[in-house]
């Protein structure tokens, strides 16, 4: 996959994508697949801001189910199953427990009848899906089991437990990746790091979009006859600087890794505002979320949430007490602003996604996601509210890129065969649950110099996977590297020598001055401080 500029304005596309998370890209590669021609452009890298900013789980629609909203839940069952059918080398079945309690909603009798009705609306989930990602029925635990499984959980009334499954991303910004490969592979044309400016219309059609490379500066045009919109937290602005009318208000959402040792199991409680939190296994540590500001933000709010933590901390001690944790435990803090709605004078979390046609112009819609478990349902939505084609995308049911069943381990000794070299089982498995298929190509790229010795100790990434990325997966900023094309800084510094090290090997493939070197670090280093955000500087 390339950054591709020039074809990005030498030619008139049938649809230009905004936007490139996890809904835009779903977007552009469901469009490419029903035969159109199509560009997608984001102000930042694929998979750069709300996409990389979540809980790392794919949802089957449990609490949809317990506010009544049957087809909601059915939907999500659908788009969880789907999932798995097209990563199943990316996802991986995660249990959830929540406590069980005497004269409440969450009694045993009530929950026992709330499961049969989930299993019966999702007696479908295994179907066409791996043995090895079959997902259990929900069940019900002693209360001995749920206190040893959820240390600290509230006594007063507790009653046992409840577990149910869902799946958890193994590599979500992997998989994120694999989508933009797949919507590469379908013809899409990509313009990352490019910001929309304006519009030029022909009475109710659209002309042109202008554009700014937010790397050098230069302004660029790009011909489309239709736009899907699919900004997340850069909505308002955009829908204000294109022209395009009110865009839904925004709330500040956030999750924290924290540096707590982890069991295989995922916990959900309440805190004591209320709130519902889950407490999620991820590399080894605690990822526990969501957070959201009491009231809406300015859509031009650059504030890192920073003040939010310590309320937020609170939260998560009241619902999960065994963790105990402070600002000095937080490794990595998950930060975006997201789609809210306001009732009663009261923002929350804009519980489903929403198509917005444009009301001056023809052929435009904003897709409004709101969960990335749903996206590829949404995008799909978004391309039928054009009205350009007839045809269905195939995107529910074709394996992503680099996804086959195959013997990954296999294909990485075979790659590694002529050095007459072996590494190390932490590499080995590092190689084959990234990459999938792509693990021997990666291998066989690195086989020269230093190409297969460890940035450093501390992580199993590689120094050829460093240029590999930087020849072959456009990237433009150290960032795009160590957070998203490799999981280097994915749970937080992997340490000095890696970082500085990335940024070498990223400077001597991509040609950076010593300057523009020391700006991508100092960059990285930001996001990487604790309790600093996650979120992209530009």
Sequence with gaps: MTRDLPRLTATRHDVLVIGGGIHGLFAAYDAATRGLSVALIDRGDVGGELSFNHQRTLHGGLRALQGGQIRKCREMLQERRAWARIAPHLVRPIPFLLGTYRGTKRSRLVVRTGFKAYDFLGRGRNQDVLPELHLPKGRLESAAATRRLFPGITERGLSGGAIWYDYQTVHPDRLTWCVALAAARAGVTFGTYVEATGLHRH??????????????????????????????????????????????????????LLDRPARDIALAASAASG?????????????????????????????????????????????????????????????????????????????????????????????????????????????????????????????????????????????????????????????ASWYGTEGATVVSASLAGDGLDRLSPETPVLCGEIRYAARHSAVTRLSDVVFRRTPLASAGSPGEAALERAATLSAEVLGWSPERRAEELALVRARLRPGATARETR
């Design 203 to 256: 009475g109710r059609t659209v002309g042109t979009v202008t554009g700014r490379d937010t790397i050098t500066g230069p302004p660029l045009e790009i011909a489309a006859k239709h736009i899907i919109i699919a900004a997340g937290g850069g909505l308002p602005g955009l829908h204000a600087s294109l022209g395009l009318g009110p865009a839904p208000p925004l709330v500040r959402a956030m999750n924290l």
């Design 275 to 431: 709130r519902m939190y889950t407490a999620v296994p991820w590399q080894g540590f605690v990822l526990v979320g969501t957070y959201q500001s009491e009231g809406v933000v300015a859509n031009d709010d650059r504030e890192d949430g920073s003040a939010e933590i310590p309320s937020f901390l609170d939260d998560v001690n009241s619902a999960f007490p065994g963790l105990a944790a402070t600002r000095d435990d937080i490794r990595f803090v998950h930060h975006g602003l997201v789609p809210a709605i306001v009732r009663d004078g009261r923002a929350d979390l804009m519980p489903d996604p929403q198509i917005l046609p444009a009301p001056t112009l023809d052929g435009v819609v904003s897709l409004v996601g709101v969960k990335y478990t749903t996206a590829r349902l949404a995008a799909e939505r978004a391309v039928d509210a054009l009205g350009v084609t007839r045809s269905t995308g195939r995107t529910g049911t074709a394996l992503l890129p680099h996804a086959d069943v195959a013997d990954s381990d296999g294909l990485l000794q075979e790659a590694l065969r002529p050095t007459r070299r072996s590494l190390d089982r932490d590499v080995m498995h590092h190689l």
